[in-house]
């Protein structure tokens, strides 16, 4: 069964410092990646994805995640964090074939920046 | 373009009664998840309909289910709640296939007392 993975349950950091959130996931022929960002009492909004092509994607606001087949990851980084990056942060891969929509989500990463 | 709507907000029960939740999903979206968020389970996923039919499920009680309707709208009902079923319910919908990527709404938090 598809499975993920996300190492740290919160991570604090202080404004304009880098960080990085790990996920790895458990292997499948076909892998299509994901990264969402919760903010408090909102649903989820997507930062970023790994579907086929370049292993490294970025997102509109300095993110990037690199995928590694052979290590599983799909870790997130950002060079410079801002105080409004503090949210939740969920690593997903999408299961199913003959397109079933299901995603397997992480149990999450919380990031509070600091001033 | 219009994105993802759940309504309501927010819902307040007593146990044993019995909700339905409502998503409206993106235009042109076929298909709709629905997700349940606690904070000891996280998230997970309750089930998936394309066109109207149910194509997966997960692992919940059958106090649990849904419907699609021919305009792709979807409705979940959880009967005699239990205070464990608090939680937000999150409704997503895509396209096709399991490389589309997910837009979710703003969820429904429902509280039983």
């Known amino acids: 069964a598809q499975s993920v993975t996300q190492l740290d349950s919160q991570v604090p950091v202080f404004e304009e410092a880098p960080v990085e959130l790990r996920c790895n996931y458990s292997?499948?022929?076909?892998?299509?990646l994901f990264w969402y960002v919760q903010y408090p009492n909102q649903g989820l909004q997507l930062l970023l994805k790994?579907?086929?092509?370049?292993?490294l994607v970025e997102s509109i606001n300095g993110f990037e995640a690199e995928f590694n087949k052979s290590q599983t990851s799909f870790h997130l980084r950002k060079p410079s964090v801002h105080i409004s990056d503090t949210a939740e942060y969920f690593c997903?891969?999408?299961?199913?074939?003959?397109?079933?929509?299901?995603?397997?989500f992480g149990a999450g990463t919380r990031l509070a920046v600091h001033p | 373009k219009a994105g993802v709507t759940q309504t309501p907000r927010y819902l307040i029960k007593t146990r044993g009664q019995q909700v339905t939740l409502s998503c409206s999903p993106i235009?042109?979206?076929?298909?709709v998840s629905w997700y349940q968020q606690t904070p000891g389970q996280g998230l997970q996923f309750l089930f998936e309909?394309?066109?109207?039919?149910?194509?997966n499920k997960g692992n919940f009680p059958g106090r649990f289910s849904g419907r699609q309707f021919s305009n792709s709208r979807s409705e979940m009902n959880v009967s005699t709640l239990e205070l464990g079923d608090s939680a937000l319910y999150l409704c997503?919908?895509?396209?096709?296939?399991?490389?589309?990527?997910?837009?979710f709404g703003q969820g429904t938090r429902l509280t039983v007392v």
């Open positions: 997503a919908s895509s396209g096709v296939g399991a490389n589309t990527e997910a837009f």
């Open positions: 292997s499948s022929v076909s892998v299509y």
């Open positions: 790994y579907l086929s092509g370049s292993t």
């Open positions: 997903a891969v999408s299961v199913g074939s003959g397109g079933y929509n299901k995603l397997i």
């Open positions: 235009s042109g979206h076929r298909s």
């Open positions: 309909y394309f066109s109207e039919t149910q194509r």
